[in-house]
């Protein structure tokens, strides 16, 4: 049994950290976070050529061609980094659609371009408060036009490509729309967490190409979102390690009552839940990755499984980050809020964790009920 | 990554499961499918008698103590090839728990410190299950502070060399049913506690050993109290140096806390059917959002221990140390199956409370759960000492301030209102 990642694996790992602490410090983060711009281009840039954006596309599209464990572990130390940058919108969502049903020509047309940074893509699913489900999508195509209105889309405001949920006939299909093209009206939205871009998107008419076969519209945009989550989980466990090793090292470092605040149980075992919850997460998330990297029937279960668990611990990790830092924790200069704002939207990103435990159920009761049950 | 076998792993598992279709006791197979939540299924029949039967089949055939040293009654294996038997062993290795203290650590504990001719005596008959032994650790006054012990050993007056031991130890399991146990005592009160330690070993039919079961706040009785009146030991029977019994101690707990992959139970997958099945006035519990999400919290705990248990399982295959992630388990499944209990007797409404196996529903598994389930917590370290450790070791913030670790052990205060 090997249950883990490989030597090789865990270099990429090593490398891809080597390259965030360099390149994406916390000022970085800040400097996104404060507004100073709605992404890190460099660091976009300099993700794209180290090969990250395109390490699980096939190099016939201009990615490495490596695999989707190798974007597990890259995953892992963008979301310790809480880079600043539209790799879930652009990668986990957009490229893995186009790669899930993409034509030839749609995949050449666009991966090339998402692997290389040059194109940001995204995936335009919920349309205001609530759940999104394949009753609830208003948005419309008729006659290769698309209209309705897309609320929030994460890095919607700086996107070139998106791949919309829409319904067309009888049911919901998924489209491709040029975002630069005509028909689209885009508004920045404030979000819980500035480091990451939201957007309101309007449709008007925009001209839009179907995305894989009609009628697997909405089973199409469910696998590419039990895709997302399993990248996205990897991206939770990294914040959460990150976040316990803060609170950790200032348990370690700050002086109270004349002891270490560290010394104190209450503090210990509120970090060693943090290491319980972070530890649960993460052997979740390798079960994820196994079955993405696996193609194996398992994943939709296996992506929700991860999917709450991690939402779980980075939250967890997060929330109690702050809470070991008292008051140094609540304020501004401190990192801590950092995480707490990421692990949050990294919570409804993909949609809330109530929505992914509904799943999980769902899930779970049709591989009991399934004859040959694996 | 995957959970695939090496060609050697498959060999192994391949000749494993072919003797276990050869020999396994069948009989006993829909039996012990029907074992409750801590407590073994084996009909009418005699549970130590079968589980004795099937441990002496295991050792003539070379299964017993797959870990253990072939001289000691064991085969050589590798820790991976004792995590794969107990895969294929399956069902029947509920037969083992009469031996888990033993096997799991006494022997080893003897294996570091006793001498060759005490371990070529004594641990094949503990490998084949012919003796029984328990650990006599904790007492009313030393649990979570074990060294707090306070059971004397002295010096027999008679220049035998002997020791006489006088004192009480409790939650011994097995006690009642063990041909020998390991014993550690206090054998100086006059330097700090951790100092004045010995352990030793010691047929439990000597006389002024007495075994008490202690009926427990589930109303069953597993283990018990153990008093111990002028008991006398032959000093070769001691482990270690006298006052090096803390370090020896230390042999026996951490090999408690390296038993691999044994999969400490949830409760989950039971919950999972029973709310598959329960009918509520809006249909199937399972259909209720409620009662989803805490299922869904419940599943992702589950599966988070048994891919951990995986992790640590592919470290052992690789020959490498699983790390300490391993500790959480029973942090995770004592307090997780606590909560769960409470749950499915609420699903249950007024009728929750019903505890027969006739009358209750589920045939009062949950029931069972609840009231065995605070034990969990406390057990083999409790909830508490678990997260020190975690929070100590793994993640190496300072160790509590001990305000009688330099103080004679007589002196230390024994009653918050003395």
Redesign the interface.
């Known amino acids: 049994m090997n249950f883990d990642f490989s030597d090789e694996q865990k270099q990429l790992r090593e490398e891809a950290r080597r390259f965030l602490a360099d390149r994406c410090p916390s000022t970085a983060v800040r400097a996104v976070l404060e507004g100073g711009q709605s992404y890190d281009k460099a660091l976009w840039k300099g993700l794209a050529e180290m090969g990250f954006l395109g390490a699980a596309i096939p190099e016939e599209y201009g990615g490495v061609g490596l695999g989707h464990l190798e974007l597990c572990v890259i995953a892992e130390e963008l979301g310790r980094a809480l880079a600043p940058v539209p790799m879930a919108s652009s990668i986990y969502l957009a490229a893995e659609a186009l790669m899930v049903a993409g034509s030839a020509d749609q995949k050449a047309k666009w991966l090339p371009l998402l692997a290389s940074g040059e194109a940001i893509g995204t995936l335009a699913l919920a349309e205001g408060v609530g759940r999104t489900t394949e009753a609830t999508i208003k948005t419309q195509v008729s006659g290769g036009k698309l209209s309705g209105t897309k609320v929030p889309v994460a890095d919607g405001d700086i996107a070139d490509v998106a791949i919309v949920v829409a319904r067309s006939g009888g049911g919901v299909e998924l489209f491709i729309v040029d975002l630069n093209g005509p028909g689209v009206t885009r508004e920045t939205l404030e979000s819980i967490d500035p480091s990451r871009g939201q957007a309101r998107l309007v449709f008007d008419g925009a001209p839009a190409e179907q995305l894989g076969a009609a009628g697997e519209g909405w089973r199409t945009a469910a696998d590419v979102l039990d895709r997302a989550a399993v990248l996205v989980s990897f991206e939770q466990v990294g914040g959460a390690d990150r976040a316990l090793e803060m609170g950790r090292d200032y348990a370690l470092e700050r002086m109270a009552f004349g002891r270490q605040i560290g010394s104190f149980q209450a503090i210990k075992h509120m970090l060693a839940d943090m290491y319980v919850a972070a530890t649960l997460a993460r052997s979740n998330a390798y079960y994820g990755a196994w079955a993405l990297s696996t193609g194996s029937p398992e994943l939709p279960v296996a992506a929700a499984t991860a999917r709450v668990s991690a939402t779980d611990a980075f939250q967890h990790c997060a929330k109690n980050n702050i809470q070991v830092h008292g008051g140094m924790g609540f304020t501004w200069a401190f990192d801590c809020h950092l995480f707490y704002r990421r692990s949050n939207a990294l919570a409804l990103g993909l949609g809330s964790k109530s929505t992914w435990e509904d799943l999980l159920i769902d899930r779970l009761r049709k591989r009991n009920e399934a004859p040959a049950a694996a | ?5 090496t060609p050697q ?1 498959a060999a192994f598992r391949a000749e494993a499961r072919a003797w276990l279709d050869a020999n396994a006791p069948r009989e006993l197979e829909a039996d012990l499918k029907k074992s409750g939540f801590a407590s073994m299924n084996v009909g009418d029949r005699d549970p130590i008698a079968v589980s004795k039967s099937w441990q002496k089949t295991k050792a003539e055939a070379g299964w017993a103590c797959l870990h253990w040293p072939k001289e000691y009654g064991g085969r050589g294996a590798t820790p ?1 090839e004792r995590v794969i038997w107990g895969q294929e062993e399956g069902v029947f290795s509920a037969l083992s728990g009469t031996f888990t203290i033993g096997h799991g650590m006494c022997g080893p504990t003897l294996m570091a410190w006793a001498s060759e001719e005490h371990k070529r005596r004594l641990l094949p008959t503990m490998a084949s299950g012919e003796h029984i032994w328990c650990q006599l650790f904790s007492e009313p006054a030393g649990g979570s502070d074990l060294a707090g012990l306070r059971t004397r050993a002295e010096k027999a007056t008679d220049g035998s060399g002997d020791w006489i031991i006088n004192g009480q130890k409790i939650w011994t399991s097995g006690a009642q049913y063990s041909d020998y146990g390991i014993l550690i005592t206090r054998t100086d009160p006059n330097v700090p506690k951790h100092k004045g330690l010995t352990m030793f070993w010691l047929d439990m039919k000597s006389p002024g050993v007495e075994v008490r079961p202690i009926k427990q706040a589930n109303g069953q009785s597993s283990f018990n109290e153990v008093y111990f009146t002028d008991v006398r030991i032959p000093d070769d029977q001691r482990l270690g140096e006298v006052g090096n019994g803390w370090k020896v101690s230390l042999t026996t707990l951490m090999n408690e806390r390296l038993s691999i992959g044994s999969g400490m139970p949830t409760g989950f997958p039971e919950l ?1 059917d029973y709310c ?1 099945n329960l009918q509520t006035m809006d249909g199937p519990a ?1 259909d209720d ?1 409620a009662v ?2 805490r ?3 419940y ?3 589950a ?6 248990g ?2 640590a ?3 052992l ?2 020959g490498e140390t699983p790390g300490p ?1 391993n500790s ?1 388990g029973k ?2 499944a004592g307090a997780s199956m606590q909560e769960l209990a409470m749950f499915a007797l609420d699903l249950q409404g007024q009728a929750g409370v019903l505890n027969s196996p006739a009358e209750a529903d589920a045939a009062g598994r949950f029931q069972a759960m609840l009231l065995r389930s605070p034990a969990t917590r406390v057990e083999g370290g409790t909830d ?1 000492i ?3 450790i ?3 070791r ?8 001990r305000v009688d670790k330099d103080v004679p052990f007589k002196d230390i205060p024994t009653s918050g209102r003395g």
């Open positions: 990554m995957n959970f695939d076998d792993e991976i999972f598959l399972i959002a989803r999400s299922l869904a919290q599943a992702v705990k599966s988070g221990l048994k891919y951990t995986m992790r399982i592919s470290a295959s690789k992630e959480i942090l995770v508490e678990l997260r020190n975690i929070a100590e793994v993640l190496g913030l300072p160790g509590d301030i």
